[in-house]
């Protein structure tokens, strides 16, 4: 069974490309050449979409969203294909936010949405005309940082820093959600969180502590 950064047991789930590829193996020369033909067809089909993926921003038709960021409402014209994570880092410069994987594996980009712990990567900006985003950068106020931040520092929580802004934000979202009990809850409601350099027992102290404060 496939265990997650934090070492916790991955529930085993379906995997389609694993279960095609074991049933290559019972096929015939013309059930495979067939297929190729099926999956150059399935390719062919998508063309125009891919096209429009392929255009260049000034020549995608614009999107008008109004969005809350860190307490900042803006009223932003964007390219419908934005996600969230683009809009923060390229048309905000709130870099802050980080972009690790950019397909929702690592957790580097997370950040609050209407109070809620998303993956900015996997977010359409334009799909949360009105809602409210929290992001790193909203978190201290002036110089005192938000308690969590100071818990990071506090129990050693990072090393190189690229994951941390997405965990302290987890890390917020975990505590708010309930499910910061216990060390072992922690781990589990955390582990889309991935630390490079496994800074894992400080983070956790870090939100055990944090969600203890009264
Ligand atoms: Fe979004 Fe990795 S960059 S999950
Ligand atoms: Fe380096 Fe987490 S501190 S990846």
Same mark, same amino acid.
């Given at each position: 069974?496939?265990? $997650?950064?934090?070492?916790?047991?991955?529930?085993?789930?379906?995997?389609?490309?694993?279960?095609?590829?074991?049933?290559?193996?019972?096929?015939?020369?013309?059930? *495979? +050449?067939?297929?190729?033909?099926?999956?150059?067809?399935?390719?062919?089909?998508?063309? @125009?979409?891919?096209?429009?993926?392929? +255009?260049?921003? #000034?020549?995608?038709?614009?999107? $008008?969203? /109004?969005?809350?960021?860190?307490?900042?409402?803006?009223?932003?014209? &964007? @390219?419908?294909?934005?996600? !969230?994570?683009? *809009? +923060?880092?390229?048309? !905000?410069?709130?870099?802050?936010?980080?972009?690790?994987?950019?397909?929702?594996?690592?957790?580097?980009?997370?950040?609050?949405?209407?109070?809620?712990?998303?993956?900015?990567?996997?977010?359409?900006?334009?799909?949360? #005309?009105?809602?409210? *985003?929290?992001? &790193? #950068?909203?978190?201290?106020?002036? @110089?005192?940082?938000?308690? +969590?931040?100071?818990?990071?520092?506090?129990?050693?929580?990072?090393?190189?820093?690229?994951?941390?802004?997405?965990?302290?934000?987890?890390?917020?979202?975990?505590?708010?959600?309930?499910?910061?009990?216990?060390?072992?809850?922690?781990?589990?409601?955390? $582990?889309?969180? &991935?630390?490079?350099?496994?800074?894992?027992?400080?983070?956790?102290?870090?939100?055990?502590?944090?969600?203890? /404060?009264?």
């Amino acid at each position: 069974m496939a265990k $997650s950064e934090f070492g916790r047991a991955k529930a085993p789930g379906p995997n389609a490309a694993e279960a095609a590829c074991s049933d290559l193996g019972t096929l015939s020369r013309r059930d *495979v +050449l067939q297929l190729a033909g099926g999956a150059a067809c399935f390719a062919a089909v998508p063309a @125009d979409t891919a096209q429009a993926a392929r +255009l260049p921003a #000034e020549e995608a038709t614009m999107a $008008s969203v /109004r969005l809350t960021v860190n307490g900042h409402t803006q009223q932003l014209a &964007i @390219d419908p294909r934005q996600s !969230l994570l683009d *809009v +923060l880092r390229e048309t !905000l410069d709130l870099t802050g936010t980080k972009k690790g994987c950019n397909q929702g594996a690592c957790g580097a980009c997370t950040v609050l949405l209407d109070g809620k712990r998303v993956v900015s990567c996997l977010t359409l900006a334009a799909m949360h #005309e009105g809602a409210a *985003v929290t992001t &790193i #950068e909203g978190l201290a106020r002036g @110089d005192d940082l938000h308690p +969590l931040q100071a818990a990071f520092i506090q129990h050693d929580g990072l090393q190189c820093g690229f994951c941390t802004p997405g965990q302290i934000m987890s890390g917020l979202g975990c505590i708010a959600e309930g499910h910061a009990g216990s060390p072992e809850e922690i781990q589990f409601w955390m $582990s889309g969180n &991935i630390c490079r350099c496994g800074a894992y027992p400080g983070i956790v102290a870090a939100v055990a502590d944090t969600a203890g /404060r009264p």
